[in-house]
């Protein structure tokens, strides 16, 4: 029973914010500010932390430290919370005990982010705030004058942009809520529900398997949060899926690897940096979901078209199996799914319909399996729910720091204007800086890690190079996440690679070669803001139909290489044409008449 204490404030840390968003005005107390609760949250966050250590750590000397660690980090807590409802908070003194909690809260949440699995995105703020606090002493470049330590450590844990500013604020509030729904609708048995479905849509082609796992992939991907995550969830069923019909142990996790990172540029959740991107942009949540559901279609497009180009092994004789799927599983994707999505247009509070969705899972289990069976579900699923909860607040916390430091250097505001400086000669150079910056800012890092510091550093220099926003925030989010594919780390092909015991390098170039359209489309987002429903309808109309007609023709299937190299090319030109609008659309509209009309007359 003790193992699992650690569960109890684990449990208030994920499910107090949704209790405080249903909660009606004044319940959680009078002067009860955001501030204190962001406080309550990361350091009930540390004690679960380190409260698990204490029954994991080999040693009696580690569970000693880490119960002494929990212990601080409830004194600090409680210092905090009372700390921040004073009329001291408004002057921020910079006393002793201010000080001194400060600096034991950055130290405690790197350590406990290591704990919590969170390693890249903990020794990158463990350098920045390093770097931060020395860099002007030792005669580094910066942008700002030195810092007095005691300021620097205060700045940094109570400061709007530090440990309890906007990076947790999202995580606690929003992000936690649809982690919480994605749990429920797994437990509830949407998984296999997602899995049964796509694999019945694309049971009758030779390539249905490869199409089922982009399909599961894509839905999934909606929901979760990271693409390991995904790759272990539909991987475990898509992969030997596609062995069967004959596809090569490589080439199979390499699709699963693309596929699956892709659901984190798919709405509503997009790795969870959705609630931050719309903070950054200052639009509302359902606006920044909706602009981004084009770009991540034409993503699923692309791959679930390039399935029929997939080279089968010539000695594979594929079997097929007849998948019935039962009524009762329409409800699990009708209902929740749907309803988190119809909330969210009609402009719900995000975390709000994330509740909804996830009591709707919890319903629908009831009537399908019956009370004892959704229990016993529920209850396996609680553990690893907790510990999702808690590495995502300890890693906001550390993303805090980062901001923190980026803004008291003024290393963000360097950064963008250096790449505005180099945008206003070349936008074209500014954007490859750019996306090269984003991808080696994002090795080794989740989704949500990856674009606090993308969003922070680099979309503002495009914003200034004259990027609309939202396209900005958009073409860093999906440069990002490309490390997630791309040696030498590849996450995400690493994870597939071990399902299907396959080559590791052999696995992330087929998932580049798969998933080359996550290459292309950031740029498309910049030159083409239409498909992110910017500038009008007759905008969005001629984004549309030309990056439309480019994925139809690069992924034609019956054309000899060589012809789809030329029409892909020529669609390319009218994707990236700076001439009149109507040159391109003419164009696009060219060459889709050509491929029809090919198509009408048989010619393969």
Not at 206 to 225: D, P
Not at 574 to 588: I, K, N, T, Y
Request: aromatic content about 8%.
């Amino acid at each position: 029973m003790a193992q699992h204490a650690w569960l109890v404030p684990g449990g208030v840390v994920v499910f107090a914010p949704l209790l405080r968003a249903l909660a009606p005005p004044g319940v959680t107390g009078p002067g009860f500010s955001t501030a204190q609760f962001l406080a309550f949250e990361v350091c009930l966050a540390l004690v679960a932390v380190f409260a698990r250590h204490v029954s994991r750590a080999p040693t009696r000397h580690n569970r000693i430290g880490a119960a002494l660690l929990a212990l601080a980090a409830a004194g600090a807590g409680a210092w905090v919370v009372w700390f921040l409802g004073t009329d001291r908070a408004v002057f921020l003194p910079r006393s002793v005990d201010v000080v001194g909690v400060a600096c034991f809260l950055i130290g405690a949440v790197l350590v406990a982010g290591l704990l919590s699995g969170g390693r890249q995105i903990v020794y990158i703020a463990a350098l920045v705030v390093v770097l931060g606090f020395l860099g002007p002493r030792i005669g580094a470049d910066a942008s700002a004058p030195p810092v007095p330590a005691a300021s620097y450590a205060t700045y940094l844990v109570y400061g709007s942009e530090g440990l309890l500013g906007r990076a947790l604020d999202i995580m606690v509030n929003p992000v936690l809520a649809f982690v919480v729904f994605g749990a429920f609708f797994e437990a509830s048995g949407g998984g296999r529900a997602l899995s049964q479905v796509a694999l019945k849509v694309a049971q009758r082609s030779r390539s249905g398997a490869i199409k089922a796992c982009i399909l599961a992939s894509g839905m999934f991907g909606a929901i979760s949060g990271t693409a390991i995550s995904n790759v272990m969830t539909t991987g475990a069923f898509s992969i030997p899926s596609m062995r069967r019909i004959g596809v090569r142990n490589e080439t199979a996790a390499g699709i699963e690897a693309a596929a699956s990172t892709s659901g984190q540029i798919m709405p509503p959740v997009m790795g969870a940096a959705a609630f931050l991107l719309a903070d950054f942009v200052g639009e509302t949540y359902a606006t920044v979901a909706f602009a981004s559901l084009l770009p991540a279609l034409g993503v699923y497009l692309a791959m679930f078209r390039q399935a029929d180009l997939v080279v089968f092994a010539v000695d594979s004789t594929p079997t097929y199996t007849a998948v019935r799927v039962p009524v009762s599983f329409a409800l699990h994707l009708a209902g929740p799914a749907a309803l988190v999505v119809a909330l969210a247009a009609m402009d719900m509070q995000a975390d709000r319909a994330a509740m909804v969705g996830a009591v709707t899972c919890a319903v629908v289990s009831l009537v399908l399996v019956g009370w004892r069976e959704s229990l016993a579900q529920f209850r396996a699923g609680f553990e690893r729910l907790v510990s999702t909860g808690l590495q995502l607040v300890i890693i906001a916390g550390a993303m805090g720091l980062l901001l923190g430091v980026l803004n008291a250097t003024g290393v963000a505001v360097a950064a963008a204007v250096t790449l505005a400086d180099i945008g206003q000669h070349s936008l074209a150079l500014a954007l490859a800086v750019a996306g090269a910056c984003a991808f080696v800012l994002g090795t080794g890092m989740a989704t949500v890690g990856v674009y606090v510091l993308a969003g922070a550093m680099l979309a503002p220099g495009l914003i200034e190079a004259g990027v609309p926003p939202l396209a900005a925030h958009l073409f860093v989010l999906y440069c990002g996440i490309l490390s997630m594919l791309t040696p030498p780390v590849a996450l995400a092909s690493l994870a597939a690679s071990a399902l299907a015991k396959a080559d590791f390098t052999q696995t992330a170039w087929a998932a580049l070669r798969f998933g080359w359209i996550l290459f292309v489309m950031p740029f498309i987002i910049v030159v083409q803001p239409g498909l992110v429903l910017l500038g009008g309808w007759q905008a969005v109309g001629q984004g549309v139909v030309v990056t439309f007609v480019f994925i139809f023709t690069a992924t034609a299937p019956g054309l000899k290489p060589g012809l789809r190299t030329g029409l892909a090319a020529l669609a390319a030109v009218a994707v990236f044409w700076r001439g009149p609008d109507w040159v391109a659309l003419v164009g696009a509209l060219a060459i889709a008449g050509f491929l029809l009309a090919r198509a009408r007359m048989g010619h393969r």
